[in-house]
């Protein structure tokens, strides 16, 4: 009697998780893609490149100033005093590492901005998969970057509608 319940408490076990699996609906979305597909990105894309171009602009006339001033030192090194140019030296290596300052603060300047107007863009791409799954009653959906094998119901054709994009 004791080994008749124990086989039926397996079996009801073995039946139970039968049907909660095959309640698991599985789907896959590129994100990436999807990402890159939304006019949002595009248009982060193309005001990053603008900031980009424009800091690369100033610092390069940096750069052609400090450039001169070294052709202007080094042609005259030979008319000026020892301590003249040892203080012109200080002074060029003061401004190449004015220079590298404000380059590192440009890029982390672009770092930041991206990722500021990147996350309203992200959350937004979330909701409408997170909406989507719902819908069609998907339990998991993975990202397809990091599925070897993706068989299942590609999410992105219906998320895409979701946000409009053609």
Known sequence: MKQFRTLLLIAVITLGFNSVQAQTKVGHIS???????????????????????????????????????????????????????????????????????????????????RDDKLKPILEKARKAIEDVAKEQGFTYVLDASSIIVANGTDLLPAVKAKLGIQ
């Open 31 to 113: 994100t990436d893609l999807l990402l890159s597909l939304m006019p949002e990105t595009k248009t982060l894309n193309a005001d990053l490149e603008k900031l980009s171009k424009t800091y690369e602009s100033e610092l390069k006339a940096e750069n052609d100033k400090l450039e001169a001033k070294l052709k202007k030192y080094e042609a005259e090194v030979a008319s000026q005093t020892d301590e003249v140019n040892q203080q012109r030296s200080v002074e060029v290596q003061q401004d190449r590492q004015n220079l590298y300052q404000a380059s590192q603060i440009a890029q982390q300047d672009i770092a930041k901005k």
